[in-house]
């Protein structure tokens, strides 16, 4: 059974969402992936929202543009946490999206990653999961160090090449 639910109101979404499943895969998170349109269908969102803890769900991510009623409609269903990922719009560039997922009315709590962050998204559904687990919490922190070995070795990199060979 996975423990995190990755829905998302659209295809057109899965550009940013597919980084979530990206991030759980690489810390052995095991997730089920799903198209639950708030709008369109609206009782698909109704049952995926109420039978998630049932089917071992403990986390779900929420990934919505426009009007992004999904994440904030998904944590009134269930009382299991829910991290919205406001998706970039044409219009707007997003911040419609962001708004609609952090101006939720007290007692429906969402929680929002920045616009387009995916990758966010799945690290904090990890971080939730490894409150009690100790192998993924482990996994984390592994993450943690490898980013910043990337940072020094690109550090280091910049320095004794310069910025234009770095570049090139």
Do not use: C
């Amino acid at each position: 059974m996975p423990d995190v639910g990755i829905i998302m109101g659209s295809d057109s979404d899965l550009p940013v969402m597919k980084e979530s499943a990206a991030v759980l895969e690489q810390l052995g998170v095991s997730y089920e992936m799903s198209i639950v349109s708030a709008h369109r269908t609206p009782d698909v969102m109704y049952r995926y929202a109420q039978t998630a803890r049932t089917r071992g769900i403990r986390v779900i991510i929420a990934g919505a543009g426009g009007a992004a009623h999904l994440p904030g409609m998904t944590a009134a269903l269930t009382a299991l946490p829910v991290i919205g990922v406001p998706i970039k719009t044409s219009t707007l560039n997003g911040l419609d999206s962001l708004y609609s997922i952090v101006q939720m009315p007290a007692g429906i709590p969402v929680a929002a990653v920045a616009i387009n962050n995916g990758v966010n998204a799945g690290l904090l559904a990890a971080r939730i999961l490894s409150v009690f687990d100790e192998s993924l919490s482990g996994r984390l922190e592994s993450y943690q160090r490898d980013m910043a070995k990337s940072v020094e070795y690109k550090a280091e990199r910049l320095m004794s090449r310069g910025y234009k060979e770095y570049l090139s």
